[in-house]
């Protein structure tokens, strides 16, 4: 009997959840074959016995479909609408509370906090005109729904924050090294180098040395842990 197998092919037919679903197999399985079977399973709602069942031609073109969709790399989401209740982003984080601060620096890129982080992220929006809107105050709430929120809206917001970091680095690399280059500094860290056996060299080095890394990580690991 032939059998309809939905595939998602962007990362917004996929859920939070189904992802969370996947990774907790994903991260402690070795079996490449098996990690595609939970795949198909968990992305396409598919019995993992009619996976095993499926032809080889099929199955590797289905896997094919959904390794394309996840080197996906989306755009910030400000505004979305789930289950009749519109939510917005951070809209000024010049102002969020001590709270929040500490909340998305420790939870930020934990996929099992996912829901959490994007319940601090996103907010139901209280008032709104034109593009600008406020959102409702924090309460280090865990907003259930959000694990139906769609993939490429989580991807997105973790995006934006690695982007910032990587601009923010490379920002903080040039102006350290143009300071660096100034006579006031530059006798200060000859007394530095002198007492603590540190240098100019060594510090640009440094620098250059984490932006590489920085980049070099940008949409790998820190968005989707795992990949086949």
Wanted: one cysteine or more; glycine letters at 4%.
């Amino acid at each position: 009997m032939k059998q309809t197998i939905y595939i998602p092919e962007t990362l917004s037919d996929l859920t939070l959840n189904q992802y969370q679903r996947f990774l907790n197999v994903a991260q402690i399985n070795e079996d490449e074959v098996f990690i595609q079977k939970k795949m198909i399973q968990i992305f396409c709602n598919v019995p993992l016995l009619d996976v095993e069942k499926m032809q080889k031609k099929d199955f590797d073109e289905i896997i094919g479909i959904l390794k394309k969709m996840l080197e996906e790399t989306p755009e910030l989401t400000k505004r979305f609408t789930l289950k009749g209740i519109e939510y917005g982003f951070i809209p000024d984080f010049d102002a969020i509370s001590f709270g929040e601060f500490v909340d998305l620096d420790n939870l930020t890129g934990n996929w099992d906090e996912m829901v959490m982080l994007m319940s601090i992220l996103y907010r139901p929006i209280k008032k709104k005109k034109g593009k600008k809107y406020r959102i409702k105050p924090y309460k280090a709430e865990k907003n259930e729904a959000f694990s139906d929120l769609p993939l490429d809206i989580v991807i997105g917001s973790q995006l934006f924050f690695w982007h910032l970091g990587n601009k923010l680095l490379s920002h903080t690399k040039n102006y350290g090294s143009k300071a660096l280059q100034t006579p006031k500094i530059q006798q200060e860290l000859a007394k530095i180098s002198d007492n603590a056996g540190a240098g100019t060299l060594q510090f640009q080095n440094s620098l250059d040395t984490i932006s590489q890394i920085l980049t070099k990580s940008l949409n790998q690991n820190f968005l989707l842990p795992y990949t086949i």
